[in-house]
């Protein structure tokens, strides 16, 4: 069973950058999908990136496509989200997750592991 725990979330004002970091626990960390999703108040989870096991292939939501980069370091069981131009409408909870799947999907039901979410506040 793989754990997740995130970090690196905070306060920021528009047009800076952030990085958040998610640590595995478990083996076989570097056989899953990941991927960060986000929840603002009041709206559903949505999909922000994700990445396949060997960091070979990356997929992004059109929001935030050019701005934010997922990436993974298997030896270090944790991947990334690199934040840059933050914008306020960003604001959120950010989570990552796991899928037991073998190919990156795009909506929260296929994920499996979940982890406690880290806030991403974006100030105009």
């Known amino acids: 069973q793989v754990q997740l725990v995130e970090s690196g979330g905070g306060l920021v004002q528009a047009g800076d950058s952030l990085r958040l970091s998610c640590a595995a626990s478990?083996?076989?960390?570097?056989?899953?999908?990941m991927a960060w999703f986000r929840q603002a108040p009041g709206k559903e989870r949505e999909f922000v990136a994700a990445?396949?096991?060997?960091?070979?292939?990356?997929y992004y939501a059109d929001s935030v496509k050019g701005r934010f980069t997922i990436s993974r370091d298997n030896a270090k069981n944790t991947v990334y989200l690199q934040m840059n131009t933050l914008k306020p409408e960003d604001t959120a909870v950010y989570y990552c997750?796991?899928?037991?799947?073998?190919?990156?999907?795009?909506?929260?039901?296929?994920?499996?592991?979940w982890g406690q979410g880290t806030q991403v506040t974006v100030s105009s």
């Open positions: 997750a796991a899928t037991y799947y073998t190919d990156i999907y795009l909506k929260a039901e296929d994920y499996h592991v």
């Open positions: 478990g083996r076989a960390f570097n056989s899953y999908p």
């Open positions: 990445i396949t096991w060997s960091g070979g292939r990356t």
